[in-house]
């Protein structure tokens, strides 16, 4: 299995300030083949499924605000948000799809300060 | 847009079968993945696995053969049927889609259903 290690597992910051969570894979996501990185994040609010923020480890989902943007390749992934807002309050997951057994990070709790 | 809905029993004894349906609705459920995925309260996500709509299917090996997933394209629904159930199957349970292919990230999921098991 392809063990995703996210840190911290929670982060306390301010509205406006830049909140940033790390994933980190125990082996390469990224396809030589096409040059992708199989990794995604998503969002999930408290009694809510996950909502899908990014995908091939940078690509924005449609409608998703340009504050989150994410980074990283082969093992080593980040997702920033730029300027916490409150609804931004929720659990991050990154995920890995390269390999058919997906999984998923602990996640990361973001809290406002 | 394409919107999923579990459903099935929120309680389950301990050593029995639970039985989950997803019906997907605003598109067709065919030439896609689908997925079930379950989240413990409090913890994190774990992939149970995947039927495409021919049939195929894989599962997470942790489940110890104990998952079974079948579809019916004709009421745009898979199932999830997980056996010799304990405590530890107590989760919410979602589903969800595969955007594109079989190695892919999941979009969308189901509300989820909360499965409890219990005596």
């Known amino acids: 299995d392809i063990v995703m290690t996210q840190s911290p597992d929670s982060l306390a910051v301010s509205l406006g300030e830049r909140a940033t969570i790390n994933c980190k894979s125990s082996?390469?996501?990224?396809?030589?083949?096409?040059?992708?990185?199989?990794l995604a994040w998503y969002q999930q609010k408290p009694g809510q499924p996950p909502k899908l923020l990014i995908y091939w480890a940078s690509t924005r989902e449609s409608g998703v605000p340009d504050r989150f943007s994410a980074s990283g390749s082969g093992t080593d992934f980040t997702l920033t948000i730029s300027s916490l807002q409150a609804e931004d309050v929720a659990v991050y997951y990154c995920q890995q799809y390269y390999s058919p057994l997906c999984t998923f990070g602990q996640g990361t709790k973001l809290e406002i300060k | 847009q394409v919107q999923l809905q579990e459903s099935g029993p929120g309680l389950v004894k301990p050593s029995e079968t639970l039985s989950l349906t997803c019906t997907v609705s605003?598109?067709?459920?065919?030439?896609?993945?689908w997925s079930w995925i379950r989240q413990p309260a409090g913890k994190g996500l774990e992939w149970i696995g995947r039927?495409?709509?021919?049939?195929?299917?894989n599962y997470n090996p942790s489940l110890k053969s104990r998952a079974t997933m079948s579809v019916d394209t004709s009421k745009n629904q898979f199932s999830l049927k997980l056996s010799s159930v304990t405590a530890a199957d107590t989760a919410v349970y979602y589903c969800a889609r595969a955007y594109s292919g079989s190695l892919s990230w999941f979009d969308p999921w189901g509300q989820g259903t909360l499965v409890t098991v219990s005596s």
């Open positions: 082996q390469s996501v990224l396809y030589s083949s096409n040059n992708k990185n199989y």
């Open positions: 039927i495409y709509t021919s049939g195929n299917t």
């Open positions: 605003g598109g067709s459920i065919s030439s896609y993945y």
